[in-house]
């Protein structure tokens, strides 16, 4: 984590809900120490109703 870091991300296509699939970000199985507070995080309201790894049946 840096202030300078930057994410860029590329899509082939077109957006399909459908097609999404995600862990919420505090899954206690992953372990991640994400060093920012809760309080200062900015999670959008589709992220926060992701479920947790072992709720999730993920195949790519």
Known sequence: MSKTAE???KCDNYYA?????GV?????????DWRVPT???IISPKDL??????ETKLSF
């Open 7 to 9: 994410l860029l991300y």
């Open 17 to 21: 809900p459908k097609a999404e699939a």
């Open 39 to 41: 309080e200062d995080l």
């Open 24 to 32: 919420i970000y505090n899954d206690d199985t992953a372990q991640i």
């Open 49 to 54: 109703i992701l479920k947790t790894l072992a």
